[in-house]
DNA sequence: TTGAAAGCGCTAACAT
DNA sequence: ATGTTAGCGCTTTCAA
């Protein structure tokens, strides 16, 4: 409960010394840094938040907007910004507008305006042009991951170039009826995802003279569920695909799911490829186009604090973040191919998919 | 951008009178409160929360501690309290162990204490007397989910009555060889969890004479993962178990996944229940003892809130919250119980398990 | 019920 | 490099 002025006293020296000895800012002697640091040590003096940012108009505390935290790559970079944040001394104020739909109007006409946070990283949440517009001119800067939007500096992925990452590894591999399964975009949230990932699909699929069937297409959320009850559909169709690929790590689990409860093996019967590189993609094999969301909302942070330090320079608006193939047991060459053997010993239907 | 006096001059009262009739502390005339409001809303005005917080010494924003937010009993947890929270508007201001090892004493040394928030959430992590004193000392309410603190007033389950329900229900089915998968008490976070399932699980095989044979536990991580191995291991013994209580859904779908990996059916060879209810338990048919974190986060957002509020009487010390057995298709008879005869059709080793 | 005025604890000119 | 001082924008006595 020691204010600045008994650090002063202590150290003998004015109030303006302390703010400067431990803010950094405005020079100060090494000498009476000292003494300051030593006489706040001692009492255990914690600047006051409100009265610094009432002073100063900065309050060292980011917003950051997501549409859910419940989700994995929104945990991931909820995580990464977090840590990045605090490594600079910001706190992290959350703001999800999964807990109630009519949330969003108040957010942004009240939550966010009152001074509580320096700047706003929207996660995955398109923020229309009246919304930005609030934010920048009252000086909060904006930095987004997932999407371009008008006037805000972004990261994101190529969703066009992930997913022909991910069909150009099944067609090189010798698939050529290679399913879909994605979902359409969704206003005020997902930007282009899905349908940059539908893109880039039949793009890959053109370039190699293969056909991008609409009948191998299904629509799912990109839940485990919806994956699976996709991919059962798939497979119970007449001629059913040798190969999948789900816009998800949610969705491509529940197709090998679905594959070994239709009685097929993977990637024996079936390859399958998803997006993420989900936890738990490497416990079921899957092969997958790894996107980084944890150094995704570390990059955020940063780019935000930067942003709020004249001195620094923006690295330009848009900026990719990179993506990896990774390629695991779920895919492999189609049964009839004849190129290689099937690179596996296991017979029977289920069992090695599975196994970590 | 308005501030106070703006509105104070366009609605013809003074500065306090808008304070009070915005903020409704103080008695205010119907007709005032009118007028104020007609002109903060014509004018755009949003109070500051740091010229707020400096002069009232409240900030309307409440700390969250929790040990990482990306596993899903913490990400509802968090959804939970972020929307309990924001219908009373408050902000919640995000603080994960999880970004770093050393970060804790930071947290406590600064950034908690530095007027931020007017109380502290603390999910699942176990704080340590001296930092309670800080934050009491400072008029901080605490409030603790998951575990008993002393003098902090927390939520949580009976988990020793948890791992009886579970062992319970697999015991009226007729089992006795019962495995248990389950951790052993992590200190810092998770207070006595798992022993305390431990504990229930032994206290449910005694009453009801049967062995807690100790070649049938095993230890996990609370993953997926982890509880693939756990299971993979006890099902390849000499005599395995026929049901399997686990101590957490992620590690009781592992051991669902491991089944089948082994050529077994669940339930007709093998049994499994698991704690949580976790967002994939129904898509894996998987019988548990549910709890709600998202409750859990609601009333415990609503519990600091009122001790926020001087009126509002306080629901005693520790509060117990309710969990509930959900009987899914995990679980079953044993095939030797001679009671009924499986419940299913399938003769195979593979499918109806993981079909929603 | 309302207004006047004194802070809340710090920062940032401006001096020196 | 350091001290003096005037706010930052609001809340809350205290008086009326």
């Given at each position: 409960?020691a204010?600045?002025s008994e650090v002063?006293?202590?150290a003998?020296?004015s109030?303006?010394?302390?703010?400067?000895?431990?803010?950094?800012n405005g020079?100060v002697?090494?000498?009476?840094?000292?003494?300051?640091?030593r006489?706040?040590a001692e009492?255990?003096?914690v600047v006051?938040?409100?009265?610094?940012?009432?002073?100063?108009?900065?309050?060292?505390?980011?917003?950051?907007?997501m549409?859910?935290?419940n989700?994995w790559?929104f945990g991931e970079v909820?995580e990464g910004?977090?840590?990045?944040?605090?490594?600079r001394g910001?706190?992290?104020?959350?703001?999800?507008?999964?807990?109630?739909?009519?949330?969003?109007?108040?957010l942004f006409?009240?939550?966010l305006?009152?001074?509580?946070v320096?700047?706003v990283?929207?996660i995955?949440?398109?923020?229309?042009?009246?919304e930005?517009g609030t934010l920048?001119?009252?000086?909060?800067?904006?930095v987004?991951?997932?999407?371009?939007?008008?006037?805000v500096?972004?990261l994101s992925?190529d969703d066009v170039?992930?997913?022909?990452l991910?069909?150009e590894?099944?067609l090189?591999?010798?698939?050529t009826r290679?399913a879909l399964?994605s979902?359409?975009d969704e206003?005020?949230?997902?930007f282009?995802i899905?349908?940059?990932?539908?893109?880039g699909?039949?793009?890959?699929?053109?370039?190699a003279?293969?056909?991008?069937?609409?009948?191998?297409?299904?629509r799912?959320d990109f839940?485990?569920?919806g994956?699976?009850a996709?991919?059962?559909?798939?497979l119970a169709a007449?001629?059913?695909?040798?190969?999948?690929?789900?816009a998800?790590d949610?969705?491509?689990?529940?197709?090998m799911?679905?594959?070994?409860?239709a009685?097929l093996?993977?990637?024996?019967?079936?390859?399958?490829?998803g997006?993420d590189?989900?936890?738990?993609?490497?416990f079921f094999?899957l092969s997958t186009?790894a996107?980084f969301?944890?150094?995704q909302?570390?990059?955020?942070a940063?780019r935000?604090?930067d942003g709020l330090?004249?001195?620094?320079?923006?690295?330009?608006?848009?900026v990719r973040?990179?993506?990896?193939?990774?390629?695991?047991t779920?895919?492999?060459?189609p049964?009839?191919?004849g190129?290689?053997?099937?690179?596996h010993?296991?017979?029977?239907s289920?069992?090695?998919?599975?196994?970590?």
């Amino acid at each position: 409960m020691a204010g600045i002025s008994e650090v002063a006293r202590l150290a003998g020296v004015s109030t303006a010394t302390v703010s400067r000895a431990l803010s950094g800012n405005g020079s100060v002697s090494a000498l009476t840094r000292d003494k300051v640091e030593r006489a706040a040590a001692e009492l255990d003096y914690v600047v006051s938040s409100t009265a610094s940012g009432l002073a100063s108009g900065r309050t060292r505390n980011i917003g950051v907007v997501m549409p859910f935290v419940n989700r994995w790559y929104f945990g991931e970079v909820l995580e990464g910004a977090q840590a990045a944040l605090r490594r600079r001394g910001y706190d992290l104020t959350l703001y999800s507008l999964s807990s109630s739909p009519d949330i969003r109007s108040s957010l942004f006409d009240d939550f966010l305006l009152r001074k509580r946070v320096d700047a706003v990283l929207a996660i995955c949440v398109k923020l229309a042009p009246h919304e930005i517009g609030t934010l920048l001119g009252l000086g909060k800067p904006v930095v987004g991951v997932g999407g371009p939007m008008d006037g805000v500096p972004t990261l994101s992925i190529d969703d066009v170039e992930v997913a022909r990452l991910a069909t150009e590894h099944l067609l090189g591999l010798g698939h050529t009826r290679i399913a879909l399964i994605s979902d359409t975009d969704e206003p005020e949230t997902n930007f282009h995802i899905a349908s940059d990932r539908f893109r880039g699909y039949q793009l890959a699929m053109a370039d190699a003279g293969a056909r991008a069937d609409p009948a191998l297409f299904r629509r799912a959320d990109f839940t485990v569920a919806g994956g699976h009850a996709a991919a059962r559909d798939l497979l119970a169709a007449p001629s059913r695909p040798t190969a999948i690929f789900a816009a998800s790590d949610e969705m491509a689990i529940g197709a090998m799911l679905a594959a070994r409860d239709a009685g097929l093996s993977v990637p024996r019967d079936l390859s399958v490829v998803g997006v993420d590189d989900h936890e738990l993609a490497g416990f079921f094999g899957l092969s997958t186009v790894a996107q980084f969301p944890r150094r995704q909302g570390e990059r955020a942070a940063e780019r935000i604090l930067d942003g709020l330090t004249p001195g620094r320079t923006d690295g330009g608006l848009d900026v990719r973040v990179p993506v990896q193939l990774v390629t695991r047991t779920s895919t492999a060459p189609p049964a009839d191919a004849g190129v290689r053997a099937a690179p596996h010993g296991s017979g029977s239907s289920s069992g090695s998919a599975a196994t970590p």
